[in-house]
Each structure stands twice: as C-alpha cells, then as structure tokens.
C-alpha cells in the first residue's frame, strides 16, 4: 500500500496573519484531536447523519498513523470524499497528511463511469432504432495515495498542490467503425489555499478562529486521436471548502461537483450536472489525551 514509502510528509502550517506562525506539533494538532473513542456527528443537507469516531491508530513502515472509522459504512464508492473520510492520516511536526489513495480511486472511476452512462444511454437515444451497434468503455484511474491537507510554507490564499489524478476513458464499438477506440486522458491537479479565519455556526455551536481552506481542481484532457476532438482545459469542476476549529476538527464542509466527461463531450439533451454537498457538526465528544475521561464539548454553547 506505502509504494515504497516515499511519501514525503510535508504540510508544516505556517500562516502569516499579523504575523502568527503555526509551526509546533501541538499547535497543528490541536486542529485535529484523535484520541480513541472520540466521536463527531455530522448532518448532511439531506439530514443524513454521518459518525466519525476515532480509534486506535497503526504503525506502517515505521511511521505511525492516527485512525478514523465512520458510520454508516458508505455503499456506493460515489458518496466517497477523501476529503472528509480519510481513514488513516498524520499529524506531526510536518503538517497534516491524508492516507486515502485506494479509496479516492475507486471514486473516481465510480464517478466516471456514472457519467459515461448517462452519455451512452442518451447517444442510444438518438441514434437510429435498427442500429445494431454497441458502445463499450473503460475507466482507469491513479491517484497518489497522500492527499496534502496542508502545505508547507503557507499564508493566506498561497495555493499547494494537494493530490494530483490521472485517469483514462477508453470507448471501444462494436462492429469497429472509424476512427476506432478513442480515448480521453485527464490530469487532474487539486490545489489548496488557506483563505483565512472564521467563526462558524453550526447545530453543534459557534466555534471560533476556524481556518477555512478551499480545495480547487484543473483539468487537462487529452483526446486521441486528435481528429475526434480538440484538447481541452475545463477549470473548477469540483471545489471543496473546509472549516476547521481549535481543539475540535471540521466542524464544516462545502463541496460543489461540476460534471466531468459530459462537459467536454456535450450532447443534445443531456444537461450537465453540479452537485452540491454540505456537511454541519451537529454533535461531538473529545475524550481526554490525559485521562480518557469525557471532555464535554456536547453544548449548544460557544466554544473557543
């Protein structure tokens, strides 16, 4: 799974506001509380409810991890974000880093191929009803395993590179026609920036000083061969914004998902869809690092 543990964990936080400086381990792990058997309750825009609950971290290659487990288990790899089910991370005096490469590859290709069959089954609709011909496609995908969830060095609105995707759709038809298999290379790039400090409120209180961190991806496609299409460039498919408090974790996220082959091979009579997720802390308790006793953090109160 480490490939060859060469992941280099960067994402020191240093941010320059006034001056201030995040460097020291516990000053960055403050943001991300783990002690086993804590737990956060989230609520979506639909009121499903998602449980993270943290538990007993591994050692891999040498490094240890820090661990979450989440409930409900996810069904569908589509409802997967990297971004907010990480399931082993880092913290440490290198910054914060995401363990999530398998998982955040999955979804991609589920994602891909959610797309790639609404486009068929609408191009079906419009061909000829006698037409005897079949679409087939595959999807491939990598993602780094590492998903940099902040950079080193870093102050308000300096982008880093967060993960970088490569994925390939190949369309085969049967009987073959001209100009044969095509295939859509994407290079996905997601970059991060620090916008800055907010407080927020959520079901489960006002947090103060939460960093808010935007995520933004740009695409690259190119297409072969080049006689089917033009190469192209779309931006802003996807954009991920996070808040995250003091002593607490992410107590907020904002996700708006734009499609990604149906905006580069648009067809009459099929829209291109923008998905919008929202995630509110609506309850949590963070056990104690010192004593494992409760450390109540469950009131509708204000907290610092």
């Known amino acids: 799974m480490l490939k060859g543990f060469r992941i280099v964990f960067i994402l020191l936080l240093v941010f320059g506001f006034s001056g201030v400086r995040i460097g020291d381990t516990s000053e960055i792990a403050q943001y991300f509380p783990a002690t086993p058997e804590s737990y956060w309750v989230y609520e979506d825009q639909d009121g499903n409810e998602l449980t993270r609950r943290a538990i007993e971290g591994e050692r891999i290659g040498g490094m240890e991890y820090l661990a979450f487990e989440y409930e409900p288990t996810l069904e569908n790899s589509v409802d997967y974000d990297y971004h907010i089910h990480p399931g082993l991370y880092q913290v440490n005096e290198e910054g914060v880093t995401f363990w999530v490469g398998d998982e955040a590859r999955k979804a991609l290709q589920a994602r891909l191929a959610k797309e790639m069959d609404a486009f068929l089954k609408t191009a079906k609709q419009m061909g000829p009803p006698d037409q005897d011909i079949e679409v087939y496609y595959d999807v491939e995908a990598e993602i780094q395993d590492a998903f940099y969830m902040l950079a080193v060095p870093i102050a308000f609105n300096e982008k880093w590179d ?18 044969g298999d095509v295939a859509f290379n994407f290079t996905i790039t997601e970059r ?39 190469d192209t460039n779309p931006s802003g498919e996807t954009v991920t914004t996070l ?62």
Not at 171 to 176: A, F
Not at 199 to 221: D, H, S
Not at 266 to 279: A, D, E, R
Not at 280 to 296: C, F, G, H, R
Request: hydrophobic fraction near 30%; glycine fraction near 6%.
């Open 243 to 304: 808040w995250v408090a003091p002593n607490v974790g992410i107590v907020k996220s904002h996700q708006k998902a734009e499609d990604i082959f149906l905006k580069i091979v648009p067809l009459p009579g099929i829209v291109t869809s923008t998905t919008v997720k929202t995630l509110q802390l609506k309850k949590y308790e963070i056990k104690s690092a010192d004593t494992e006793e409760d450390k109540n953090n469950l009131s509708d109160g204000t907290h610092d």
């Open 192 to 230: 991060g920036k620090v916008i800055g400090t907010e407080n927020v409120e959520t079901p489960a209180g006002t947090f103060q000083n939460c960093l808010k961190i935007e995520y933004r991806t740009y695409t690259q496609v190119l297409i072969t061969p080049p006689e089917v299409g033009e």
């Open 162 to 179: 967060a993960t970088q995707i490569n994925a390939k759709i190949t369309m085969k038809v049967d009987p073959p026609q001209e100009p």
